[in-house]
């Protein structure tokens, strides 16, 4: 049995993993899907977040109060910059780290360096209104009316605070998905993955491929399992 713990994206909840979690639970593994402050269930605590540390020590504490060591940790979208920080801030409670579709910052980088194009900045303390998604490509109209009366306003502060570093050494595994609109910012990854000769996977399916491509984002994190730690 392998301990994954999933970190949603921006605008989004632990609900967004609510497809994966079964099929990761039926292969015989434990699953947490927790919402960040100020998404999803705890939509209320929003006031709360004053920058990325307090995300990233959110979920330091869920693995420190539940013991969880040996954790396969994923980061979708604005997840992965979450999930790196917590891997460089308690490398020793991971096994292996899994961007899906993911923006992740090099040391001393911020979220938003990573936004192509991100001019005239708003506030620190703004709070960014979610759009509800269209249907579209593999993304059905229920499913786009299902996220978007669960969406709420992400927090901008996270963005601007940059990944403290030092990095560690936690394995690695990049998924991206082929139907990801132009201008996101995990298109910045992937094109300095290109660069760097670093591989990656990629997968048939749009940017919420947690809900529309569910086995399929399943079946990439279950392969990484047969990596070495």
Do not use: N
Not at 193 to 212: F, K, S, V
């Amino acid at each position: 049995m392998t301990t994954f713990v999933l970190v949603h994206g921006a605008f989004r909840g632990g609900w967004s993993w609510r497809r994966v979690r079964p099929l990761l639970v039926a292969a015989g593994h434990d699953v947490y899907a927790p919402s960040l402050s100020g998404a999803g269930e705890r939509a209320s605590g929003v006031a709360s977040v004053q920058g990325l540390s307090s995300w990233v020590d959110e979920i330091v504490g869920l693995l420190e109060v539940e013991d969880l060591d040996d954790v396969v940790l994923v980061g979708h979208s604005q997840g992965a910059v979450v999930a790196r920080a917590v891997a460089d801030a308690v490398p020793d409670r991971l096994r292996h780290l899994v961007f899906v579709d993911g923006a992740v910052p090099d040391v001393g980088e911020r979220a938003v360096d990573l936004t192509p194009g991100a001019t005239g900045l708003p506030p620190r303390d703004t709070l960014i209104p979610a759009r509800p998604p269209a249907a579209d490509g593999d993304l059905d109209a229920e499913t786009a009316a299902w996220i978007a009366t669960r969406l709420t306003p992400t927090p901008f502060a996270p963005s601007l605070d940059p990944r403290p570093g030092p990095a560690s050494d936690v394995p690695v595994a990049y998924v991206f998905c082929s139907g990801t609109p132009a201008g996101y910012p995990s298109e910045t990854t992937r094109s300095r993955l290109d660069e760097r000769g670093t591989p990656y996977a990629l997968i048939d399916a749009g940017h919420d491929a947690p809900l529309t491509a569910p086995a399929l984002v399943a079946r990439s994190l279950m392969q990484v399992l047969a990596r070495p730690a």
